[in-house]
């Protein structure tokens, strides 16, 4: 898992409300993403930055919303909007355009649960 | 549409056998792919790229294998371990995407001791 912390691990909310979750990396990399994964399912991208205060939506962004105010942190809400939100969110970092710009490292992932 | 694919959900070998696993995808401007392994409850790691120009590629205990006629992609695992019991999945990018990654669904690989 490298330098991504996502925390928390687990995490559980009420329909209805929004929630954030939390990606912090230590690598310095100009890039980061937010993928979704349900059961028997590959990764589904939502969202991702090439570099701060720049982000663009991903093939599945309705009813998520992100910010990339600092380098380190790409925070990932997931509001009321968003139809089906219990799934498992891994946030990845690479180095982005100013280095190899395909690489991609996964953090260890939260298990959202919304009842 | 565009995706990438695999043949097999599945694939149990016995330990210390090699063990192949298998990707397709559907576009020919795909110039980059990327096998990634991930254990239950974990986020993907790396194990191997490979970019269009290349036919193999070799890493440690691992072989890629790219054939570009049939779009087909195979990860080759010699020696499997039981620590490479894991879920593995092909991601393919291209020229043009913003360096953006399509996952496939992922080959469950089990290795019996």
């Known amino acids: 898992d490298g330098g991504i912390t996502q925390s928390p691990k687990y995490l559980f909310r009420k329909e209805g409300q929004n929630v954030t979750l939390s990606c912090e990396q230590n690598l310095n990399h100009d890039a980061m993403y937010w993928y979704r994964q349900d059961p028997g399912q590959g990764l589904r991208l939502i969202y991702y930055s090439q570099i701060v205060n720049d982000f663009q939506k991903g093939d599945i962004a309705e009813g998520y919303s992100v910010s990339r105010e600092k380098k380190e942190s790409f925070p990932l809400t997931v509001t009321s909007a968003q139809k089906n939100p219990t799934a498992f969110y891994l946030c990845?970092?690479?180095?982005?355009?100013?280095?190899?710009?395909?690489?991609?490292?996964f953090g260890p992932g939260t298990r959202l649960t919304v009842t | 549409g565009e995706s990438v694919g695999l043949h097999l959900p599945t694939l149990s070998v016995q330990e210390g056998d090699n063990s192949i696993i298998n990707c397709a995808y559907s576009n020919s401007a795909s110039d980059y792919f990327i096998w990634y392994k991930q254990e239950s409850g974990k986020g993907p790691q790396f194990i191997i790229d490979?970019?269009?120009?290349?036919d193999k590629r070799q890493g440690q205990r691992v072989t890629v294998l790219l054939n570009k006629t049939v779009k087909h992609l195979s990860l080759q695992i010699a020696a499997t371990q039981p620590g490479d019991s894991a879920v593995y999945f092909c991601a393919e990018s291209r020229t043009g995407s913003n360096y953006k990654l399509t996952f496939g669904k992922g080959t469950l690989l089990t290795v019996n001791p």
């Open positions: 990845a970092s690479g180095p982005g355009l100013a280095g190899a710009p395909y690489e991609q490292y």
């Open positions: 490979i970019r269009s120009n290349m």
